[in-house]
C-alpha cells in the first residue's frame, strides 16, 4: 500500500528506499502523484525482496553489440567487486549507461526507419532530434549519478545486470 501523500506539497521530499525525490511542483494533480508513490513502492517492494522485475511483467527489447555487453557484465563485476560509489565508479557507469542508452534510441527510433528505407534526410533529421535525446539523458543521468552513494551503485548494478542477456541459440 503506497503512502498517503495528501499532506504532501512544496517541497517536502518523498524518502523511499534510501531515495529522496523533491516533489516541488512536479506532480500536477494529486491523482498523478497517487500514482508515482505506487510506482515508487512498487520497485521499492521488488527491491527489497528481491525479485526481478522483467521476469514478472511482458517488456521491449533492444539488441545491443556484443562489445557493449561485455563492457556491462565486466563494469558490473567491476564496480561490484570494488563496491565504492566515487568518482572512478560514477565516470564508468556513466558512460556505460550513456552507451546504453544510444544503442537503445537507435534501435527504437532509427532502425524502424532504417526499415522503411528512409530517405537520407528523413533519417538525418531523426538523428538530429536522438542527439537532443541523448544530451537531455546525458544531464538527468550526470545530475543522479554524481549523488550516488554505495547503496544505491549496487541497486544500479544489479538492475543493470538484470537487463542485459546473451543472444538466444536458435
Do not use: W
Not at 512544496?10 to 516541488?24: D, E, T, Y
Not at 522483467?54 to 553489440?65: Q, R
Amino acid at each position: 500500500m503506497p503512502p498517503d501523500i495528501t499532506d504532501m506539497t512544496g517541497q517536502m521530499p518523498f524518502i523511499a528506499n534510501g531515495f529522496i525525490l523533491p516533489l516541488r511542483r512536479m506532480i500536477a494533480s494529486h491523482d498523478a502523484a497517487r500514482r508515482l508513490c505506487t510506482a515508487l513502492s512498487s520497485l521499492s517492494e521488488a527491491y527489497n525482496t528481491g525479485t526481478t522485475m522483467l521476469k514478472h511483467h511482458s517488456h521491449i527489447v533492444a539488441p545491443i553489440p556484443d562489445e557493449l555487453r561485455t563492457r556491462a557484465l565486466y563494469t558490473v563485476e567491476e564496480l561490484r567487486s570494488r563496491g565504492k560509489a566515487d568518482k572512478e565508479a560514477v565516470d564508468k557507469l556513466y558512460n556505460l549507461i550513456i552507451d546504453m542508452t544510444d544503442a537503445g534510441l537507435d534501435f527504437f527510433f532509427i532502425e524502424p526507419l532504417r526499415r522503411l528505407r528512409a530517405s537520407k534526410m528523413m533519417l538525418s533529421m531523426a538523428k538530429v532530434g536522438i542527439s537532443s535525446m541523448l544530451k537531455g539523458s546525458k544531464m538527468v543521468v550526470h545530475k543522479v549519478l554524481k549523488k550516488l552513494d554505495d547503496r544505491s551503485l549496487a541497486a544500479i548494478l544489479d538492475f543493470i545486470e538484470e537487463i542485459i542477456h546473451e543472444p538466444e541459440n536458435t
